[in-house]
């Protein structure tokens, strides 16, 4: 019993300490530079993030499309609920940054 408990403990630990996915996109512009949020929006992923239902463009989102900056990630909670779903509901948040003037 006790090592089933200690099992169990640790796959709770690793689960709990592994890092969050997070991927920035730098195009025209420095990572260092000063950047303001210009859009932030929830992405609906299915089969650990192979299938995705809508491509969606920057363009959308950024003023000047020549000159931003996209930072993608999955948090805890977007990672918890993909554990819960057997990754088949994968989401995640992409951010939009543009150069602050």
């Known amino acids: 019993m006790k090592k089933k408990f200690l099992c169990a403990l640790s796959v709770c630990a690793m689960l709990m300490l592994q890092s969050c996915y997070v991927q920035n996109v730098s195009v025209g512009m420095s990572p260092d530079e ?35 900056t996209m930072k993608t990630k999955q948090t805890f909670w977007d990672g ?9 509901y994968t989401p995640s948040t992409t951010y939009y940054y543009e150069p602050a003037k």
């Open 80 to 88: 918890f609920l993909a554990g819960l779903t057997f990754s088949i």
């Open 34 to 68: 000063p950047m303001r949020q210009v859009a932030k929006v929830k992405n609906q992923q299915f089969i650990a993030g192979l299938v995705q239902p809508t491509q969606d463009k920057a363009e959308n989102h950024v003023k000047d499309t020549k000159h931003f």
